[in-house]
C-alpha cells in the first residue's frame, strides 16, 4: 500500500537534510560504514521492472539481506514484488521512501529510467547509503561526475549494474589482451544491433496516463507535458527519447565498452566524433557511429587508440570484418585489431583468437567468474570489494555519454577536456548539464 505523503514542512526538512549531508566534514556513523559481515544488510529497492525485478530477485537472493522498502512508480509493476517481499514497505514517490526509511536501510539499488538514476543514486549517497546503480550511470556528464565524487568523498560501496563485467568470459578477454595474447592494440570496433531510436516526430496529442502510474513522479526532474499512451515513454520506449535515456550508445556501450576501457586501461577521450544521423528534436537517431580517440597506454601500439561504436544499421567496414576469416560477426561484441593478430569478444561468449590456424593451440588463461550483485552486497557487509564502483564506471559512463553530445554535431572532431568538463565547442558545452525543475532539485546536481 502507497504509504501517505510527509507535509510540506517535513520535505522541507528532509531536503535541507540532504543538502547539508552534501557538504558535511566527513564523520563516522553506521551509515558511512559498510555494515558488519554478522548483520543483515537491509536495502531498499527504487524500480522493479524489467531489470530492476533482476536486480531486485539478484540482490534479495545474494544471502543476508533484508528488503526494507520498495519503489516504483507504476503500482501494476509492484504487485509481483509485493507477492515476493510481502513485508516491505511500498512507495511511488522515491523522496518518500528516503524520508521515511533513511534510518532503517543501509542500501539501495536504482533501476529507473536513466534520467532518475542521478537524483535517487545522490540523495541516497548524501544520506550515507551504499549504491548499485543500473546503466549508464547517469544521463548527463555533469551528473556521472558528481556522482562519482560523491561516492568517493563519502566512501561508500557503490557498483554499476554492468554485471558482465564479473563473468568469466569478459575476465578472460581482458587477461587475454593483457597478457599480450595477440600483441599491443591498434584499434577497436566495438558494435550493437539494438536500434533504440526513433527519426519520427513527436505525436501531437495528449493521453491520460493509466490510473496504476503516477505520470508527474516518472517525469521526475523533467519540465512538465503530457502523457502519451500506447507506450511511447512507459514502460520501455523511454530509452530512444532524449530527455529520459540515451540511446543505444547509453543502453548497450557501457556493457560492450567495459572490457575495452580495462583491458587497454583508458582514461578519459581525447575527442570524439559522430559519423551517424543527427538526433531530432525529441528522439536519438538511428544507426549511429562515434569515433573515440584515448591517449595510448601500454596495452596499446601508438600514442593513441582509436574505438570506433555502431548500432543498428551500422557495421564495422568489410575489412575489419574480413578478419573474421568468413565467421558471422554476433549481434553485439568488439574486435581488438592486435600487431601479432585479433580477439573477437562476443557480447556474451568466450573470445575468439584469429589467426585461428596460428592460434589453434592456444592455451587461454582460466578465470573464473563472480555473481555481480552477491559482490556488492558483500562488499557493503565488509567483505571484499565491488569491481564496477563509481570510480571506474563514472569515466566509463561519461566516455559513453560523450558520443551521445557528439551525434548532435555530426561530423564535427569535438576535443575533450575532461578535468574541466568541457569541450573546445561552446555549442557542445551546453550538454554537459541538464537543469532540474523547480521542486526536483537536488543539491550538488
Request: with cysteine.
Amino acid at each position: 500500500m502507497k504509504q501517505s505523503s510527509p507535509s510540506p514542512a517535513s520535505r522541507r526538512e528532509f531536503l535541507r537534510a540532504l543538502a547539508t549531508a552534501a557538504f558535511a566534514a566527513p564523520f563516522v556513523t553506521r551509515d558511512l560504514l559498510a555494515a558488519p559481515p554478522s548483520q543483515k544488510l537491509r536495502h531498499a529497492c527504487f524500480g522493479v521492472g524489467s531489470q530492476g525485478w533482476q536486480d531486485l530477485e539478484q540482490i534479495s537472493g545474494a544471502g543476508n539481506v533484508e528488503i526494507v522498502a520498495i519503489c516504483d512508480v507504476d503500482l501494476a509493476r509492484m504487485e509481483k514484488a509485493r507477492e515476493a517481499h510481502p513485508n516491505a514497505r511500498f512507495y511511488q514517490d522515491w523522496r518518500d521512501l528516503l524520508q521515511k526509511e533513511r534510518g532503517n536501510i543501509d542500501s539501495v539499488n536504482v533501476s529507473t529510467p536513466d534520467h532518475a538514476h542521478a537524483p535517487i543514486a545522490v540523495s541516497a549517497m548524501q544520506l550515507g547509503k551504499h549504491v548499485f546503480c543500473q546503466k549508464p550511470l547517469a544521463h548527463s556528464l555533469h551528473e556521472a561526475r558528481r556522482m562519482t565524487e560523491l561516492a568517493r568523498a563519502k566512501k561508500l560501496v557503490t557498483q554499476m549494474g554492468i554485471q558482465i563485467h564479473s563473468s568469466a568470459h569478459y575476465r578472460m578477454g581482458v587477461k587475454l589482451i593483457q597478457d599480450g595474447a595477440i600483441g599491443k592494440i591498434k584499434e577497436v570496433h566495438s558494435w550493437c544491433y539494438k536500434s533504440w531510436g526513433d527519426m519520427s516526430e513527436k505525436p501531437g496529442r495528449a493521453d491520460k496516463p493509466p490510473p496504476e502510474l503516477a505520470w508527474d513522479l516518472w517525469l521526475g526532474a523533467r519540465a512538465a507535458r503530457p502523457y502519451i499512451g500506447d507506450g511511447y515513454y512507459h514502460p520501455g520506449n523511454w530509452r530512444k527519447r532524449l530527455d529520459f535515456g540515451t540511446g543505444t550508445l547509453g543502453d548497450m556501450a557501457c556493457h560492450i565498452f567495459d572490457p575495452v576501457f580495462e583491458a587497454l586501461a583508458l582514461a578519459a577521450p581525447v575527442s570524439v566524433r559522430s559519423e551517424g544521423p543527427l538526433p531530432n528534436s525529441y528522439n536519438w537517431a538511428l544507426d549511429a557511429k562515434a569515433v573515440y580517440s584515448f591517449a595510448g597506454t601500454p596495452f596499446t601500439a601508438g600514442k593513441t587508440v582509436a574505438l570506433t561504436w555502431y548500432d543498428g544499421a551500422k557495421k564495422p567496414p568489410g575489412d575489419v570484418l574480413a578478419l573474421l576469416e568468413g565467421a558471422a560477426p554476433p549481434n553485439n561484441g568488439s574486435l581488438f585489431i592486435g600487431e601479432k593478430g585479433v580477439m573477437l569478444l562476443p557480447h556474451i561468449a568466450a573470445p575468439v583468437l584469429y589467426p585461428a590456424a596460428e592460434y589453434a593451440e592456444y592455451q587461454k588463461p582460466r578465470v573464473r567468474g563472480e555473481n555481480h550483485w552477491k559482490q556488492f552486497v558483500e562488499a557493503c557487509r565488509g567483505n571484499g570489494r565491488t569491481t564496477t564502483g563509481f570510480d571506474y564506471a563514472g569515466p566509463l559512463t561519461e566516455a559513453v555519454l560523450l558520443g551521445g553530445v557528439a551525434s548532435r554535431f555530426p561530423q564535427a572532431t569535438l576535443r575533450w577536456d575532461s578535468r574541466a568538463l568541457k569541450f573546445d565547442h561552446a555549442p557542445a558545452n551546453q550538454h554537459v548539464r541538464r537543469a532540474y525543475r523547480k521542486g526536483w532539485e537536488v543539491k550538488g546536481l
